[in-house]
């Protein structure tokens, strides 16, 4: 017993000694991780909430899809001096934007036999034109974007003609899209109100993943019937 006694000391104090440092590493690790700039190679990279990812929009300027965010820009003032400060992201909601209307779609559902039919309507809501054509926007201008947000949905802005050409060139992957979700699903998974909530949030995340210069806002039933 006393010839064992020593070794066992022995193998605890290794022991101890390994764990302390893997504590160390692992802290090392995470600082590492946390503080390192992101062009460094990691093992993973961190995400945080309110990040959101911006794409090259086909009208020109920068989209943004998500959260409210904001991003740094440099500005010199009357002395010369250079300072960095937040550019102000316009983030619409719901009833906000402008509606495109994808047309009926009818549809055989995914049930056995095929006997089910679903016939529906379907309106994507985008950004208004502001949003594409300029999607930063200073603070003091973001009450008066959303207000002017209607004007530019009328004839008069010369925009809509070059906005309708962008839809029209997307449609087809708009229409593929929808059909290939709506005739993906079965009576039971949409005929209830949850399943129609699911169904509209899965076309919005379709679509934005798809076409993610769209920036597609919400989705909308005008007509849903199921024979």
Same mark, same amino acid.
């Given at each position: 017993?006393?010839?064992?006694? !020593?070794?066992?000391?022995?193998?605890?104090?290794?022991?101890?000694?390994?764990?302390?440092?893997?504590?160390?590493?692992?802290?090392?690790?995470?600082?590492?991780?946390?503080?390192?700039?992101?062009?460094?190679?990691?093992?993973?990279?961190?995400?945080?909430?309110?990040?959101?990812?911006?794409?090259?929009?086909?009208?020109?300027?920068?989209?943004?899809?998500?959260?409210?965010?904001?991003?740094?820009?440099?500005? $010199?003032?009357?002395?010369?001096?250079?300072?960095?400060?937040?550019?102000?992201?316009?983030?619409?909601?719901?009833?906000?934007?402008?509606?495109?209307?994808?047309?009926?779609?009818?549809?055989?559902?995914?049930?056995?036999?095929?006997?089910?039919?679903?016939?529906?309507?379907?309106?994507?809501?985008?950004?208004?034109?502001?949003?594409?054509?300029?999607?930063?926007? $200073?603070?003091?201008?973001?009450?008066?974007?959303?207000?002017?947000?209607?004007?530019?949905? $009328?004839?008069?802005?010369?925009? +809509?003609?070059?906005?309708?050409?962008?839809?029209?060139?997307?449609? !087809?992957? +708009?229409?593929?899209?929808?059909?290939?979700?709506? $005739?993906?699903?079965?009576?039971?998974?949409?005929?209830?109100?949850?399943?129609?909530?699911?169904?509209?949030?899965?076309?919005?995340?379709?679509?934005?993943?798809?076409?993610?210069?769209?920036?597609?806002?919400?989705?909308?039933?005008?007509?849903?019937?199921?024979?």
């Amino acid at each position: 017993m006393k010839k064992i006694m !020593p070794i066992l000391k022995t193998v605890g104090m290794v022991l101890q000694n390994v764990m302390l440092v893997t504590v160390f590493a692992m802290n090392g690790l995470m600082g590492y991780i946390m503080f390192a700039p992101d062009d460094m190679p990691k093992p993973f990279y961190l995400s945080y909430a309110g990040q959101i990812p911006t794409v090259a929009s086909d009208l020109g300027g920068e989209l943004t899809v998500g959260e409210t965010d904001s991003t740094h820009t440099t500005t $010199t003032d009357s002395h010369g001096t250079t300072s960095e400060g937040p550019t102000i992201i316009k983030i619409y909601e719901p009833g906000q934007g402008q509606m495109v209307d994808t047309g009926t779609k009818v549809v055989n559902l995914a049930d056995p036999g095929g006997r089910r039919f679903l016939k529906a309507t379907i309106t994507i809501e985008v950004p208004p034109l502001d949003f594409f054509f300029e999607a930063h926007v $200073t603070e003091g201008e973001d009450a008066a974007a959303a207000s002017h947000s209607t004007e530019t949905t $009328t004839t008069e802005d010369p925009r +809509i003609a070059e906005f309708n050409t962008l839809i029209e060139n997307k449609m !087809p992957i +708009i229409n593929d899209i929808l059909n290939t979700l709506l $005739t993906s699903k079965t009576f039971d998974q949409i005929y209830t109100v949850e399943g129609k909530e699911a169904l509209r949030e899965e076309i919005k995340k379709e679509i934005n993943a798809r076409l993610p210069e769209l920036g597609v806002i919400a989705v909308y039933f005008t007509e849903f019937v199921v024979q």
